[in-house]
């Protein structure tokens, strides 16, 4: 089971391969290709950093990214617009559901308005996928 906090659900869907450090992108594209071969891979929602921030690069601890406030603020805004709650644990693949029944590729633009990320547009194209059903893509 993957522990993982609110946003990084959406980060998930927009996953390219790209990241914050080679050990950063190594564990990502781990998490990512089991999410994508096996839909029914548990998923517990967490508060905080997750297992994906444990290979953040930490240069500056006083400002390190996972406990940023607005990290929060995001992660809180995304469960709720998925429908979802912290604590709760699901398979992937009902969590593809809730973004099926609950997001459209738009919502990256407010939701995740503060994300350095957002200009590369990959999230929308992820969220699109899940829509038309296609899953996760593919990590080359």
């Keep these: ?15 390219r ?7 950063y992108v190594e564990n990502m594209t781990r998490l990512h290709q089991t999410l994508r071969d096996n839909p029914k891979t548990l998923v517990q929602l967490v508060k905080g ?4 921030c444990e290979k953040y690069p930490d240069s500056d601890p006083d400002t390190y990214h996972c406990e940023d406030e607005n990290i929060y603020v995001r992660d809180a805004a995304i469960l709720e617009k998925m429908g979802l709650k912290l604590g ?13 029944k609950h997001v459209i590729p ?12 957002r200009s590369y547009g990959v999230c929308e194209e ?15």
Excluded: A
């Design 17 to 23: 391969g790209m990241g914050y450090s080679e050990e």
């Design 126 to 140: 992820g969220i699109q996928d899940i829509l038309e059903g296609r899953g996760l893509r593919e990590v080359k």
């Design 88 to 100: 709760q644990i699901l398979k992937w693949e009902e969590i593809e559901s809730s973004v099926q």
């Design 106 to 117: 738009s919502d990256i633009q407010h939701v995740c308005e503060t994300c350095n990320w």
């Design 49 to 52: 950093p997750d297992q994906l």
């Design 1 to 15: 089971m993957y522990k993982l906090r609110g946003h990084h659900l959406f980060c998930l869907l927009g996953y």
